[in-house]
Every structure is written in C-alpha cells, then in structure tokens.
C-alpha cells in the first residue's frame, strides 16, 4: 500500500537539446508494506544504538555507509514504538518521513538520492527510548544509458560496425554486452548460429543469433565453475587454498606419476618429480604456478605423451579414454595423477587446463555434488540464471539455443584422426575434447550460456559477492582477488584470472585492479573495479574451423570499449 509521496525532491542538472542547463526535480516514495521481504541485506543497523551504545556527542552513533549506484536506492525502516519526531537523510537529502508505527514496515524507494559508490545514512533526534531498525538491501542489475554512464555511442558504434563488416566477410556471431554502476548499458549480438556446413560451404537457409543465444565459453568456465565454487566453499571454512592436492586426491596423486619427462620440460629423476606434486597446493593450481603441462591429450589414443605429437604409431601413455561418461571423466583423473609436471611448482607460470581439471573434481569430492549441480544449487538457481548450463542438450535447451564451434568436430579439419573422434559440427556440446570426454562436466570447460546470464555473474563480482539482495560469496573472498599472486613472474595472476597484465588478448588499458579471462571458442570477461565497469564477449570465433583466426578481434573489441568511456565520467 502507498503510504505517502515524500515532499522530499531532489534537484538534478541536465543539459537540454538546446544546451542549455536545466533543472529536474524527482520524488523519494515511502510505502507501507506487510512484511520485510524475504534474503539477505547489505547491512541493517539499529538506531540511536548502533555501535551498542547511546552517545549524542559521538557523530558515527547516528551514521552508516552501504554501497550504491546513482538512480537505484531503497531500505527499509520499522521502529519498536510508535514515533512521530525524528530525523532521516541520505546523502544529506532529508526524507520526509516523521511518524512510524510500532512494528510497521516501511519501504522507502530513495533513488533520485542515491550516488554511485558509498552512500551515507543518517538517523537521529530519536525519542522516548524508541528503538529504528533500517535494512538495506544489495544493488541489482538494471538496464541503464550508454553515455549517462560515461561512453560514447559514435565510438560503441564503431565496434557494431566492426562485427558486421567481419561477418560479411565470414565471422559468425558475436555478442557484447557492457555494465557500469549497477547497470546493463549495452546489449547486442550479430550474426547467425552457424554459418557453414560440413563442407565449409556458406549455409543459405541461416538461422539469427540473438541475445538468448548460448555460447561455450570454454575455459571461461573455469571462472563460472571451479573458482566460484572454490570461493564459496573457502569462505564457509570447508577447505583452504594452502591445502594439498593429495589431501583430497590422495597419495596416488604423486605416487603413481609416470616415468617418462616432456620434451618440452624439465628434466628431472621420478623422486624428485614426485616430491614436486606432493607440494602442489589448491593455490598453485589456482595461479597456475603448479607446474602441469598446458592441454594433455587423455582423448586420443595416437599420441606421443613426452611430445604431444600425433601420430598413429604412437600409443598415449596417459590415454584415459574416448567415451562421454561418467567412467572415462574418473579414468582421466586417474591420467593427471599419473601426469608428471613440466617444470618445479612456484617457478613460473604456465596456463594448464589440468589445474582447473584437478581443482573441479576437489569441488566435487568436498560438496559430494557434481560440479554442474553444486553450481546450479548454488549460484545459478539463487541468481535467477535461466539460460547457464553445462550439456545443454542434456538440460532442456536444443541445437538452435546454441551457436556452433568448429564444423569438422576434433579433427582439426580432418587432420586429426583417434578413436572416437567427434567428426561433425559441434552444436550445443562442449567443444573442448578433455570436458566431453568427462561426460560434459570438467573443471577446465562445460559451461554454456548467454550475455544476460554472464552479465549478472559479472555484477555479483563487482559488487563485492551479492546481487538482488542475495549473498553468494563474502566481501573477504571477492578481495582475495584484488591483488596479484604472481607480480615477479612471466604472467601476472591473481587467484584463476588474469590480473591487470596487458599482455594477454583483453586488450591494452586495464586499470590497476581489474581481471581478465578469456575462452578458446572466442569468449572474454573484463571485470574492472576501479572504472566499475563489466565487459562480456561471447563470440564462436572459431566456426567454421580454430584456423579462423577469428579470436583475434577480443583485443580490439576490448580496447574500443574503454576508449569509449570517458575517465572523467
């Protein structure tokens, strides 16, 4: 029920087409309500004793910051007596609002008061030995303007121009979604679900991406899978990122290390390899310090295991099998624990899916869940995510719900042959060989989804662990990101993403506390907390074929994003 409008107005400039400056006035509402609504809160305080006791003279006792965003804002407020004479501002704009009922609950919708970043409240002049409770809920992710939030459209319009001219020249589809402040200030997608048949023939009968369209985000998963997960399940005390492998995996996981050294690695006799991943910990893998070679082949049996070569007078040592199952996903654990490493553990970073691999399957033994339920039950289903999941074809979604990978399966355009080697167009399955071999549910990939989807896991990050009133991880855990783990080696990292490094494919202007990640098929995350500012890229660069090259547009979509936005915004 509608209480009152608050006489309360808050002024606001803005430019007229004209050019002229002009002045709007927007109205603070104050609503009765049954009940509080159900979810966890920013944070909630009562007044005049928030700090446990009464202190006029102690400025802070009357005060509380919480974080926001400009033109979204409410809280709600009950007292313990009735009360008809006090005092309530937010960012110094009093509300008017000077009579509560006993046990009332009043929502108050403050968005022309609220600012982006901290926002303070102030309650005093309380009487009568009256006691008010205030409850603020978490920021949610609205839709919002491209240039109220700082970016130029003309320069935004150059990448749509980019894409298309791409496409008309064989790209298949992309899509880009940008968020600042809380907000979904671009949205778009280009181009079409699959463009070439088996033949690598243009396709007549073509059907429409749009922004439902699913993608594989490949090893963006490991984000949206492991490192979340692993996040939560540290932050509720069930394991440490000082644990060891071999806690989990058991002795196996160095004691049945193979014989044999890469030639790609260090040289080393079995004992000491052994004594290597004995060491290993959840954060070496998390940095990607640990030491495993980049991407072992478990899949195909015609491969030499010390150089990675294929070739059918080879027999892989470390060949787990080919089936999409349960049973050849646990025989591959078995083959990493028999993977010796490719160099000491904490002397260089090397990217390697068997460090999610591993850190996937800890998730699992830990929750005594698969990974693809954990995330469902823990971060999917509780952020309202329609449109994330690993198999999709196994979940309700069809071949038309996802873009296409490469049109000759795993054969490198039928360069590659192995037992059980996918050989048509890869739709709707996950394109990366050691995950569909884990029956579609591995740490390194699995995950497919859409722009919005992605979006909203990207703005829970930015706000700190929590969106539309739900915690999902604690503001502790969200900072462990915030520095780098690896500042003296040859990629800076910080737990699973990359950290504020241009040398990688996210382009050239991260700021000095940003993340990255990026996927095989063609995807990228930018995650910036300065700028607070969220980049999603979903693309299937390489359809028709990985020789496309055409993976190679994120840096630039990259760069002609930020040198869109104004700093000074």
């Not at 970073?349 to 591993?358: E, F, K, P």
């Not at 869940?369 to 995510?385: A, G, R, T």
Request: hydrophobic fraction near 35%; aromatic fraction near 10%.
């Amino acid at each position: 029920m509608l209480l009152s409008i608050s006489s309360c107005k808050v002024k606001e400039e803005k430019e007229s087409t004209d050019n002229k400056i002009i002045e709007e006035e927007s109205t603070v509402t104050v609503e009765k309500k049954d009940s509080l609504p159900d979810g966890s809160w920013q944070c909630s305080a009562v007044f005049p004793n928030r700090l446990g006791h009464v202190d006029d003279t102690l400025a802070m006792n009357s005060m509380l910051s919480f974080d926001g965003y400009s033109d979204q804002g409410e809280l709600y407020i009950t007292a313990d007596n009735d009360i008809n004479d006090f005092n309530l501002y937010i960012n110094s704009v009093k509300i008017n609002i000077n009579d509560l009922e006993k046990d009332v609950v009043y929502h108050i919708d403050f968005s022309p008061a609220s600012i982006n970043g901290k926002n303070t409240l102030q309650v005093s002049g309380i009487k009568d030995e009256t006691n008010i409770a205030v409850y603020i809920p978490y920021p949610i992710l609205k839709q919002g303007n491209l240039e109220e939030e700082g970016f130029d459209q003309a320069s935004l319009q150059l990448i749509s121009d980019i894409i298309e001219t791409d496409i008309e020249n064989g790209f298949s589809s992309a899509q880009l979604a940008i968020i600042r402040h809380g907000k979904l200030v671009y949205s778009n997608t280009w181009g079409y679900l699959s463009s070439y048949d088996q033949n690598n023939q243009p396709l007549e009968n073509k059907i429409k991406a749009d922004n439902s369209t699913m993608y594989d985000l490949a090893s963006v998963s490991k984000m949206f899978g492991p490192n979340y997960a692993l996040q939560k399940l540290i932050s509720e005390g069930k394991l440490s990122v000082d644990d060891h492998i071999y806690e989990y995996l058991g002795e196996r996981f160095y004691e049945d290390t193979m014989d044999f050294t890469y030639t790609f690695g260090a040289d080393v006799d079995l004992e000491t390899m052994k004594a290597w991943k004995k060491s290993l910990t959840i954060a070496d893998l998390l940095k990607h310090e640990g030491g495993f070679p980049p991407a072992p082949r478990y899949f195909n049996l015609y491969l030499d295991a010390a150089s990675q070569e294929d070739g059918e007078e080879y027999e892989n040592l470390l060949y787990s099998g080919n089936e999409h199952s349960e049973k050849t996903k646990l025989e591959t654990i078995n083959a990493i624990c028999k993977t010796p490493l490719v160099y000491k553990p904490g002397s260089r970073t090397l990217y390697s899916d068997v460090d999610y691999m591993i850190l996937g399957h800890i998730v699992e033994i830990v929750s005594d869940m698969s990974l693809d339920e954990y995330m469902k039950e823990n971060f999917f289903e509780p952020l309202d995510l329609s449109r994330i999941s690993y198999n999709p074809l196994e979940n309700g979604f069809s071949k038309n719900d996802c873009a296409a990978t490469e049109i000759n399966g795993n054969t490198r355009d039928g360069v590659v042959y192995f037992p059980g080697v996918r050989t048509e167009t890869i739709q709707g399955e996950v394109h990366d060989g050691k995950a569909y071999i884990s029956g579609g549910v591995a740490g390194n990939a699995g995950v497919f989804s859409d722009i919005h989807d992605v979006s909203r896991l990207v703005q829970m990050i930015l706000n700190d662990g929590q969106l539309d009133g739900k915690r999902i991880l604690n503001k502790a855990t969200i900072n462990l990101l915030k520095k780098p783990y690896t500042a003296n080696m040859n990629s800076t990292r910080t737990l699973g993403w990359v950290y504020s490094d241009p040398n990688t494919n996210g382009g050239d202007y991260y700021s000095e506390v940003s993340l990255f990640h990026s996927g095989f098929t063609g995807t990228g995350i930018y995650i910036d907390f300065i700028r607070k500012i969220g980049i999603v890229l979903l693309d299937n660069g390489i359809h028709p074929k990985r020789d496309s090259k055409k993976i190679e547009i994120r840096d630039k979509f990259f760069n002609q994003v930020i040198l869109a936005y104004d700093e000074e915004n």
